[in-house]
């Protein structure tokens, strides 16, 4: 079973410190595997791989926009989260997924991230978006074979060679098997029989940080997000393959909430396992008999207020 709480607005800060309390208790055993769904405030993110030079805007101009900066221990390069983003971090320990092919009882790093991938293309596809992946680029891309690709302007984020992190004696760090789950319909097409019709565009970014077996980190899913924030930065210094989003995909206005049960829908379908919706942090943490967890001051407010879904 994967316990997902939708969470709102988090500061980023707020987001990191949640994410340690919750990996640290899942360690543990005290809690089970979740799933948090919420939306950042402006921030630029750099994962372990990344150049600072990536980061092209100046101080005063970040400050202008409101755009904080953090460094943190995820995979990847520079990457931007922020208003009209479905961000997921997933605290599962991979030693409770097995294999496909059967021959490992543990999920190996890689096939997480592509599990990711695939619960990101489903979900594009219930909302008949048609994406894929590209070859050597973590992440969920339009698929521009199946018809002309918009008019676009914006830069695409990290590199698959450098968007994992894992600690040194992480054993799913040596050789993890690459073998894909079923991909949609629109990820199945044949690359190299297909027109070119322009370069594919990122509607989802992933990085991921896995310690002893559990994960932290996530994804990023650019629903109606304002792209111009990624004329900020360098994502990995790809310049060749632009940034969209699903509402510019669509042309018409997407609700985050909708997204949000695609996306539930499709962690249960891809990760073979029951979904149950948890109204708030509290709620999900008082089933812990014994163990005291204090919440980050703007989560405590936040669920206060139970403001657990998106307006």
């Given at each position: 079973m994967i316990s997902l709480v939708q969470l709102g607005t988090v500061d980023y800060a707020a987001g990191l410190r949640l994410q340690q309390q919750l990996v640290d208790l899942r360690k543990a055993d005290?809690?089970?595997?979740?799933?948090?769904?919420?939306?950042?405030?402006?921030?630029?993110?750099?994962?372990?791989?990344?150049?600072?030079?990536?980061?092209?805007?100046?101080?005063?101009?970040?400050?202008?926009?409101?755009?904080?900066?953090?460094?943190?221990?995820?995979?990847?390069?520079?990457t931007f989260h922020g208003p009209g983003q479905v961000v997921g971090y997933p605290i599962f320990d991979l030693r409770g997924f097995a294999m496909p092919d059967g021959k490992r009882k543990?999920?190996?790093?890689?096939?997480?991230?592509?599990?990711?991938?695939?619960?990101?293309?489903?979900?594009?596809?219930?909302?008949?978006?048609?994406?894929?992946?590209?070859?050597?680029?973590?992440?969920?891309?339009?698929?521009?074979?199946?018809?002309?690709?918009?008019?676009?302007?914006?830069?695409?984020?990290?590199?698959?060679?450098?968007?994992?992190?894992?600690?040194?004696?992480?054993?799913?760090?040596?050789?993890?098997?690459?073998?894909?789950?079923?991909?949609?319909?629109?990820?199945?097409?044949?690359?190299a029989s297909a027109p070119d019709h322009g370069p594919e565009a990122k509607l989802a970014a992933i990085g991921v940080h896995i310690s002893r077996f559990v994960t932290s980190h996530g994804f990023a899913l650019n629903v109606h997000t304002d792209l111009?924030?990624?004329?900020?930065?360098?994502?990995?210094?790809?310049?060749?393959?632009?940034?969209?989003?699903?509402q510019q995909e669509l042309g018409k206005p997407l609700d985050l909430n909708a997204v949000a049960e695609s996306i539930s829908r499709n962690f249960g379908t891809v990760f073979s396992s029951q979904m149950l919706w948890v109204d708030t942090l509290d709620a999900l943490l008082g089933?812990?008999?014994?163990?005291?967890?204090?919440?980050?001051?703007?989560?405590?407010?936040?669920?206060?207020?139970?403001?657990?879904?998106?307006?």
């Open positions: 005290k809690i089970g595997d979740v799933l948090l769904l919420l939306e950042h405030k402006p921030v630029i993110t750099l994962g372990r791989n990344a150049k600072a030079a990536n980061v092209i805007a100046s101080p005063e101009m970040l400050a202008q926009r409101g755009v904080e900066v953090f460094e943190c221990d995820r995979g990847g390069d520079v543990t999920l190996g790093a890689v096939e997480f991230v592509r599990r990711l991938e695939e619960v990101l293309i489903r979900t594009c596809a219930d909302f008949a978006i048609p994406t894929k992946r590209v070859a050597g680029l973590t992440g969920v891309w339009t698929d521009p074979q199946s018809g002309p690709s918009p008019n676009l302007s914006f830069r695409a984020e990290e590199n698959d060679s450098q968007n994992r992190s894992l600690e040194s004696r992480n054993p799913l760090s040596a050789a993890a098997a690459t073998s894909h789950v079923g991909t949609a319909p629109s990820a199945q097409r044949s690359e111009s924030y990624f004329n900020l930065i360098i994502p990995c210094g790809i310049t060749a393959k632009p940034v969209t989003s699903m089933r812990i008999v014994g163990v005291p967890v204090k919440l980050p001051a703007e989560l405590r407010q936040l669920h206060t207020e139970d403001d657990s879904t998106w307006a």
